[in-house]
């Protein structure tokens, strides 16, 4: 009996095996671990690691610091993309188009001009100076109006006939989110909410521009000590991606579990 291929997809399976899957994200790894050893080797670079060792301090509190911001961030973000999404659909035409133009200029603008704008400007007129909750209140401002839209297409993909027959047997506003809207939304919406959330991380990089120590604000930092840039910022990536990497596996497993292709 033929041993099965571990590089080629089995033709009666849509989704390789465990073994294929280790195997080859094992090989992958291997050879962009290679290049980038052969890129240094090419360069006649030593790479320094024990720097990074030495302010390694540096390092674990900035990543502490970067999943508390992702997480408060996360948090507000639903509370406001929630509240944007209902008041979407108000037929209360002020809120309605205040909705609107709030995702539009979010949407339509760079994250880190809104930074700018905010902190610099908005939070100076009003007084504010606490720089972890304004950025976290402009993250979630950014990623609100995302999330505002998240929810929007959930709420549109329930099909109208389910809406006319929670009409005709009587349910209010009010019954038909809670019984028949909601529960459907909720379902469809965790895995494009779980790439957000891989997105807000990477974002939380920017407040590193208003003096947040984040992650990416402290490897600034110990690179501004140790001038050994190439091995504080591959660990900074390898970092992001301990973050990120697992959010997005659990967001194709939630994918996969709710059938949100369908």
Request: glycine share 4%; net charge positive; charged share 15%.
């Amino acid at each position: 009996m033929n041993r099965p291929n571990l590089l080629w997809k089995n033709e009666e399976s849509h989704h390789p095996t465990r073994v294929q899957q280790a195997f080859n994200i094992a090989l992958v790894s291997a050879f962009m671990l290679g290049v980038l050893l052969w890129a240094f080797y090419s360069l006649d670079y030593t790479l320094r690691l024990d720097t990074v060792y030495l302010y390694r301090a540096k390092f674990i509190d900035g990543f502490l610091m970067t999943i508390i911001i992702a997480f408060f961030s996360l948090i507000l973000s639903l509370i406001i993309g929630s509240f944007l999404a209902f008041a979407g659909k108000s037929r209360f035409l002020p809120l309605h188009y205040f909705s609107k133009a709030y995702v539009e200029i979010i949407r339509g603008t760079p994250l880190l001009v809104q930074i700018y704008v905010f902190f610099y400007i908005i939070a100076t007129a009003m007084h504010l100076s606490n720089r972890y909750v304004l950025g976290v209140v402009i993250l979630s401002v950014f990623s609100g109006a995302y999330i505002c839209e998240i929810i929007r297409a959930g709420i549109e993909s329930i099909e109208a006939s389910q809406i006319e027959t929670a009409r005709s047997l009587g349910f209010t506003s009010y019954q038909r989110y809670r019984y028949i809207i909601i529960p459907q939304v909720f379902k469809r919406i965790l895995p494009p909410l779980a790439g957000q959330l891989v997105s807000l991380i990477k974002d939380s990089s920017l407040l590193s521009v208003i003096a947040v120590s984040e992650l990416t604000k402290n490897v600034q930092e110990v690179d501004s000590f140790t001038f050994a840039t190439f091995e504080n910022y591959i660990v900074l990536a390898l970092l992001y991606m301990i973050l990120t990497v697992p959010i997005s596996y659990a967001s194709k497993v939630l994918e996969r579990k709710f059938n949100y292709e369908a």
